[in-house]
């Protein structure tokens, strides 16, 4: 696999240099101050990929050409977002730029509520803390029959620990991991400008009412096979990446959260060009998924891999965990097997060695990643040499 690794652009405080220092040989970037629904113009992609290849690097990927939420609830401008999409995938593949990362996840791209989730070693990593997501919906978006969606004994755990420990900081706290935090560094929807994050929250819920999963699916499909005919003529590899956590939230819908999810879309436009960005680490925050399994049987359809880890917890919490773990042993088996030029990128990693100083987007330290890279990396030569050997 190519060594990859995402770079939010020239005010990244990772610079380039630093990157070369450490092995990388792909960029995963995107073009960040285009606001989202605008096109990428050609002149505007040539010059970042000239100062990415300035430093002796490519351009490898594209994470993400975000897809506008009336694309996804099918609006009335849809067909008017969607040629402005192909006019921005024909200029990426004028400049060579082809394997392009994008999500279909209504309103809120991925979800945490603890961005700092202390280890015992000093280091802290992010984690999902399902008690206190319950909160949120129910206390502080105040979501109509939010209730009925959770289980009773999230409900009481959220009453017996959550509610009495919970004051205006650590509300707006929450609120500012769940949809601030997360959210504004990867084109989303809400931004650290933002005055009332909540209320502008309940009215992009609202878009979404009256479509469920299926409609949901239609819409990527109609999508999909109307960009379809720009893939094949500059050779673009379209990678979705899964819904993170892989289940419905919020009561949105969600449609690439498992086995099935990923064989439907897969069918329901069969061309290549038309494939899975293998997130191994939001994949695994769903105890129903195999992550393993899920590479062997996806492996000729991925254009992208992410690599880290989640263990789920009984209670349904779930906490992002070492690199070093068997099931990405296992993955990277696979793609160095059967994909071995695709490009990969460690994703989240904790947060260690000063790195909490700096302020870097959520998950994405320097030194968590840097160690993280050398972990794969030791785990990609062991795998490599066992291939060779046989
Ligand atoms: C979070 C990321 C996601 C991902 C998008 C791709 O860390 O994994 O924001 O980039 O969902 O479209």
């Known amino acids: 696999m190519e060594k990859t690794w995402r770079w939010f652009g020239k005010k990244d405080k990772i610079t380039l240099d630093m990157l070369r220092q450490i092995g990388v040989e792909g960029i995963v970037t995107a073009l960040h ?11 505007a992609i040539r010059d970042l990929q000239r100062y990415i ?6 351009w490898s990927v594209v994470e993400s050409l975000p897809v ?4 996804k609830y099918g609006g009335a401008d849809r067909d008017e977002l969607i040629e402005k999409y192909k006019i921005s995938l024909a200029n990426l593949g004028k400049c060579g730029v082809k394997t392009v990362c994008y999500n279909f996840m209504p309103v809120l791209d ?6 700092e989730y202390p280890n015992s070693d000093g280091t802290s990593n992010l984690y999902f803390n399902k008690a206190e997501f319950a909160y949120f919906d129910i206390r ?15 409900l009481r755990r959220m009453a017996e620990e959550v509610v009495p420990r919970m004051d205006a900081e650590s509300e707006r706290r929450l609120v500012e991991n769940i949809i601030v935090k997360t959210q504004g560094f990867v084109n989303g929807n809400i931004s650290e400008n933002d005055l009332d994050p909540v209320a502008k929250f309940r009215s992009l819920l609202d878009l979404y009412a009256g479509i469920d999963a299926d409609g949901l699916r239609r819409n990527m499909a109609y999508f999909l096979r109307a960009i379809m005919p720009v893939c094949d003529e500059y050779g673009i590899d379209m990678c979705v990446h899964p819904d993170d956590p892989p289940m419905p939230i919020l009561g949105l819908p969600r ?34 998924n195999d992550v393993p399994a899920l590479a062997r049987k996806y492996a000729s359809r991925t254009h992208f891999v992410h690599l ?11 906490k992002e965990a070492s690199h070093l773990d068997e099931r990405l042993i296992d993955v990277i088996r696979t793609f160095e097997r059967e994909r071995a030029g695709v490009p990969m990128r460690v994703d989240h990693a904790p947060l260690m060695l000063g790195d909490e100083k700096i302020g870097y987007n ?3 330290s320097f030194h968590g990643r840097m160690l993280a890279l050398g972990q794969v990396e030791g785990m990609m030569a062991v795998v490599r040499n066992e291939l060779q050997k046989r």
């Open 140 to 154: 502080i978006l105040k979501r109509a029959d939010a209730e009925t969606d959770y289980d009773a004994a999230t």
């Open 255 to 288: 449609i690439v959260t498992c086995d099935a999810d990923i064989e439907a879309f897969l069918d329901a436009v069969p061309n290549p060009h038309n494939g899975l960005t293998f997130c191994a680490g939001s994949l695994s925050a769903g105890a129903h």
């Open 362 to 364: 959520a998950g994405y």
């Open 308 to 318: 880290r880890i989640c263990n789920v917890l009984p209670n349904g919490d779930f």
């Open 53 to 58: 290849e300035s430093f002796g690097l490519q």
């Open 110 to 115: 991925w979800a945490r509520t603890e961005l």
């Open 33 to 43: 101050e285009v606001p989202n629904g605008e096109i990428w113009t050609e002149e």
């Open 68 to 71: 506008s939420e009336s694309i």
